[in-house]
Nanobody, 124 residues
Framework: QLQLVESGGGLVQPGGSLRLSCAASRFTLASYAIGWFRQAPGKEREGVSC????????DFAEAVKGRFTISRDNVKNTVYLQMNNLKPEDTAVYFCAASTMPMCRKDPQQFEYWGQGTLVTVSE
């Protein structure tokens, strides 16, 4: 069973930064496109960012463009989501997911494997 584990969430003040990590066990992340999704209380899950299996392609939701970056370290078998200038509306549980399709996809249905999520709270 492929496993993804997110870490790095927590409580941060508006304007602050967090870096989320998505680590894999029992498989090599380099073969998969990796997406980050989030779900706020009472809202549907939404796509935040994605990086292709090669790392050459990335995609971001309009709400986070210019504030979030995504990267992957295939040696560490980890994908990172760097979140800067955080806003209260970024508060959500953040999930990483892996897709066997090499290119980024917006549809969460295209991602076969999911982590358990990590909570990000942006508040004074």
């Amino acid at each position: 069973q492929l496993q993804l584990v997110e870490s790095g969430g927590g409580l941060v003040q508006p304007g602050g930064s967090l870096r989320l990590s998505c680590a894999a066990s029992r498989f090599t992340l380099a073969s998969y496109a990796i997406g980050w999704f989030r779900q706020a209380p009472g809202k549907e899950r939404e796509g935040v960012s994605c990086i292709s299996s090669s790392g050459a392609g990335t995609d971001f939701a309009e709400a986070v463009k210019g504030r979030f970056t995504i990267s992957r370290d295939n040696v560490k078998n980890t994908v990172y989501l760097q979140m800067n200038n955080l806003k209260p509306e970024d508060t959500a549980v953040y999930f990483c997911a892996a897709s066997t399709m090499p290119m980024c996809r917006k549809d969460p249905q295209q991602f076969e494997y999911w982590g358990q999520g990590t909570l990000v709270t942006v508040s004074e």
